[in-house]
T-cell receptor
Framework: QQQVKQSPQSLIVQKGGISIINCAYE??????FPWYQQFPGKGPALLIA?????SEKKEGRFTISFNKSAKQFSLHIMDSQPGDSATYFC??????????FGTGTSLTVIP | EAGVAQSPRYKIIEKRQSVAFWCNPI?????LYWYQQILGQGPKLLIQ????????DSQLPKDRFSAERLKGVDSTLKIQPAKLEDSAVYLC?????????????FGPGTRLTVT
């Protein structure tokens, strides 16, 4: 059973555009929702994370929107750049235990 | 600050053979995770240690996989015997795990190919 569902599987965006990746979960015990960025041959790196007591968190060009009632959260990358081309994973955790990852989104930003 | 170290980076073995992976977490990080990442999928948690105790190993195939964390620092993950479906990247991560701080730092992974 997939604890965290992620879409789309792949995404192509023009440079300067907005990239949007969505995730959904079922377990209401989850209380930590991070997004990771992974380049080929590297381990995932934390990009930004949110807790369910806020609806939005912004760090630079990256924003997480969180909808607790719908059990959904999304990553928005503003002004997307070719260097943002990577695979992005959402995840969910209960107090730092039992991290469940989405299936990943391959983002390609076209110059 | 040195990152999470893993070795080897690559390993090719035949099915039914044994293999071991090593992880050295960031100094002072109490929590250590082992993940399996199959090509095209997200990481799947295999086992989580808090110091040298196991917090969660519910997704570890215990008939063939084993892991230990020596003195609450380094950790090894072993597969014995390996199957074709074990071909994957094995990622190690560590975190401070203070209350409210769950940021995981991942190592580069070990790519295992079972032939």
């Amino acid at each position: 059973q997939q604890q965290v569902k992620q879409s789309p599987q792949s995404l192509i965006v023009q440079k300067g555009g907005i990239s949007i990746i969505n995730c959904a979960y079922e377990n209401t015990a989850f209380d930590y929702f991070p997004w990771y960025q992974q380049f080929p041959g590297k381990g995932p790196a934390l990009l930004i994370a949110i807790r369910p007591d806020v609806s939005e968190k912004k760090e630079g060009r990256f924003t997480i929107s969180f909808n607790k009632s719908a059990k959904q959260f999304s990553l928005h990358i503003m002004d997307s750049q070719p260097g943002d081309s990577a695979t992005y994973f959402c995840a969910a955790s209960t107090t730092g235990n039992q991290f469940y990852f989405g299936t990943g989104t391959s983002l390609t930003v076209i110059p | 600050e040195a990152g999470v170290a893993q070795s080897p980076r690559y390993k090719i073995i035949e099915k039914r053979q044994s293999v071991a992976f090593w992880c050295n977490p960031i100094s002072g990080h109490a929590t250590l995770y082992w993940y399996q990442q199959i090509l095209g999928q997200g990481p799947k948690l295999l086992i989580q240690f808090q110091n040298n105790g196991v917090v969660d190993d519910s997704q570890l195939p215990k008939d063939r996989f084993s892991a230990e964390r020596l003195k609450g620092v380094d950790s090894t993950l072993k597969i014995q015997p390996a199957k074709l479906e074990d071909s994957a990247v094995y990622l190690c991560a560590s975190s401070l795990f203070h209350t409210g701080i769950y940021e995981q730092y991942f190592g580069p992974g070990t790519r295992l190919t079972v032939t």
